[in-house]
């Protein structure tokens, strides 16, 4: 019987089960991610419903191992060009939202400064339901200067981006870089704005 199989006959201990066979297809992870079942037992806590996974387990636990870490995902603040969000805007916003601090492991300022926000392994609160297996980078925009979604990166976001996802990649070889959207059941449908393929896809041959 293969891993799949597997989780889908255990139910709510597929988690467990699967994160402790270690050898995933990353289809296996998908489906047992997209996949959980209230109230679970996470790492010995007792989760009774999605909100608690999301404020509370999910935020500021930490990830198994480097091996856990399968997207650099990608976001945008989804505010517009000519607008100014800052860290402590966006550490007010996220703290409303319930968490400890900004969800994010990273923010890309117009600028290009780049200022970290979560440890490497540190759970992120960006990509419901891949929080457990991937890292968060957002850069500031995303919208124009009437509000409608797009590619605002200026040359000193795309040079910042460039080197610190040359640095994941070599922590983390095996991650792919992906754009919010493009993980399944998850909501955005525009962030982070740009296809992450097509502009950073070569990273991951490096
Ligand atoms: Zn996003």
């Known amino acids: 019987m293969d891993a799949n199989s597997q989780c889908r006959d255990s139910g709510s201990h597929c988690r467990t089960y699967c994160?402790?066979?270690?050898?995933?297809?990353?289809?296996?992870?998908?489906?047992?991610?997209?996949?959980d079942s209230f109230p679970m037992t996470l790492c010995k806590e007792m989760v009774r419903n999605e909100r608690t996974l999301l404020t509370k387990v999910e935020n500021g636990s930490v990830m198994r191992s480097s091996k856990s870490i399968r997207f650099l995902v990608l976001h945008c603040s989804a505010t517009r060009s000519n607008q100014s969000y800052s860290v402590e805007q966006l550490m007010r916003d996220h703290k409303q939202r319930g968490f400890r601090t900004i969800g994010y492991h990273f923010y890309i300022r117009r600028d290009g400064s780049l200022t970290q926000h979560?440890?490497?392994?540190?759970?992120?609160?960006?990509?419901?339901?891949?929080n457990r297996c991937s890292i968060g980078i957002c850069y500031e925009g995303?919208?124009?200067?009437?509000?409608?979604?797009?590619?605002?990166?200026?040359?000193?976001?795309?040079?910042?981006?460039?080197?610190?996802?040359?640095?994941?990649?070599?922590?983390?070889?095996?991650?792919?870089i992906v754009g919010h959207r493009d993980l399944p059941s998850t909501t955005p449908k525009d962030c982070p704005c740009l296809d992450a393929q097509e502009v950073f896809g070569w990273i991951e041959e490096l």
Do not use: S, W
Not at 118 to 130: I, S
Not at 158 to 175: D, G, I, Q
């Open 142 to 176: 995303g919208l124009d200067e009437n509000g409608v979604p797009c590619d605002t990166r200026t040359k000193e976001q795309t040079e910042r981006m460039v080197e610190l996802l040359k640095k994941l990649h070599v922590l983390f070889p095996n991650a792919r």
């Open 19 to 35: 994160i402790r066979r270690k050898q995933l297809h990353p289809l296996n992870y998908f489906y047992f991610m997209t996949n």
């Open 118 to 130: 979560r440890k490497l392994l540190e759970v992120g609160a960006h990509a419901r339901p891949y």
